[in-house]
């Protein structure tokens, strides 16, 4: 009984905010709070409003000549190492493009990584690199990890990717 009357009053509540104010933003944003909230009274999901985020559109290529990574390889394998060991990989890259290339960021998935990369421009023809060192300590079993580059190629982000098994340290 208790959710049937919640329904009625949200029911109500949104009728008479889109009767008031049917062209209006406020009235549209209000009504996407009350669903909002309504759909958390019901222990479900946020209902959106069409209206209340606005999709995101896909980036688009930029016009013009573009620098190109051309990796040795994208993934590594560190095998078995035991916990507290630190492991470092270089992924290594030619910029086979047709502008220099500068990579903007490196993005690890987790603090246990930490990278370091070419911050000066790689002219077209030359060769760059990733350096990732992985911190074992306190990641027992195996690891999956991913370090993201963002540069001003296309597509803006290329994944670098590793895997190890540590070894868990006696206790």
């Known amino acids: 009984m ?9 029911l109500i509540v949104v009728l008479s905010a889109g009767l008031t104010s049917c062209k209006d933003k406020d009235a549209e944003k209000r009504i996407a709070e009350l ?6 009274l019901e222990g479900g ?7 209340a985020t606005p999709a ?3 980036e688009k290529k930029p016009e013009g ?3 190109q990574f ?3 390889t994208t993934e590594h394998d560190f095998g078995t190492i035991n916990e507290g060991d630190k492991v470092t990989y270089t992924y290594k890259f030619k910029n086979t493009g047709q502008a220099p290339l500068i990579i903007e960021n ?6 246990c990584t930490a990278p370091s990369w070419t ?6 023809g030359g060769e760059g690199e990733v350096v990732v060192e992985f911190n074992s300590k306190g990641k027992p079993n195996a690891q999956n990890k991913t370090v993201t580059v963002t540069a001003n190629t296309w597509p803006k982000t290329t994944v670098l990717r590793f895997k190890t098994f540590v070894t868990p340290a006696k206790k």
């Open 35 to 40: 669903e909002s909230r309504l759909a958390e």
């Open 2 to 10: 208790r959710n049937w009357s919640i329904k009625l009053l949200a």
């Open 65 to 67: 000549p573009l620098p």
């Open 56 to 58: 995101k559109e896909p």
């Open 119 to 124: 911050k000066e421009p790689i002219p077209v």
């Open 45 to 51: 999901a946020a209902t959106k409003s069409p209206t």
């Open 70 to 72: 051309e990796w040795e």
């Open 106 to 111: 490196v993005r690890p998935s987790c603090g």
